[in-house]
């Protein structure tokens, strides 16, 4: 039995700014390196990751150091963890969210940011990172960075259902079970 340690980020600039990011080269705060550095002592008490999967955004790849030092594993980057684009809200806050046309929050992953990508075209996106990786590691645990809507996403990928209102926090952690790349079983861990 393999297993796959989802980890997202640590609190980025654009998290503590509450503003969607515009571009992938937005670093971590000090408290979301505070974060990383907690979370890399939670993985080795209780898992044994031969190698680190990142999104190729800053903020991933900087958490992905951090856990990478305190581990003594390798990291790869995996292009497809990258996060969602949301288009035409990119450098915007959260908040502006609320005032888009279409927009229930009670069916997020049905709506689409203008210029943005849907939940469903990230989980086609990511859900075949996540297949490749566990498929490359049929019995070992691997360490995979990313985001907030790709952990969403990769939920709905190995469960098959959507966590409303769910989003794990920074350095929130999902835990995914797998035998040979048949998923087994999620859990969250430390989410929002």
């Known amino acids: 039995m393999g297993r796959l340690v989802l980890i997202r980020h640590g609190e980025s600039e654009g998290n503590r700014d509450r503003v969607f990011t515009s571009t992938p080269d937005v670093s971590l705060t000090d408290a979301g390196r505070v974060q990383v550095r907690a979370r890399a002592d939670w993985v080795a008490e209780r898992f044994a990751p031969h190698h680190i999967v990142s999104s190729p955004y800053a903020r991933a790849r900087e958490t992905s150091a951090i856990l990478a030092a305190r581990l003594d594993v390798p990291v790869m980057v995996e292009e497809d ?112």
Do not use: Q
């Open 81 to 192: 963890l990258r996060e969602r684009s949301y288009g035409d809200l990119a450098g915007r806050p959260y908040a502006t969210i609320r005032d888009c046309e279409g927009y229930d929050p009670e069916a997020y992953w049905l709506w689409c940011p203008p210029g943005g990508e849907t939940f469903p075209e990230v989980v086609v996106r990511t859900g075949a990172a996540l297949d490749r990786i566990a498929t490359a590691a049929p019995a070992d645990d691997v360490v995979v960075v990313s985001h907030g809507a790709v952990m969403m996403a990769l939920w709905k990928h190995v469960t098959g259902t959507w966590r409303a209102g769910k989003v794990a926090r920074n350095a929130g952690v999902v835990v995914v079970e797998h035998d040979a790349g048949r998923w087994v079983g999620a859990t969250a861990i430390d989410d929002g």
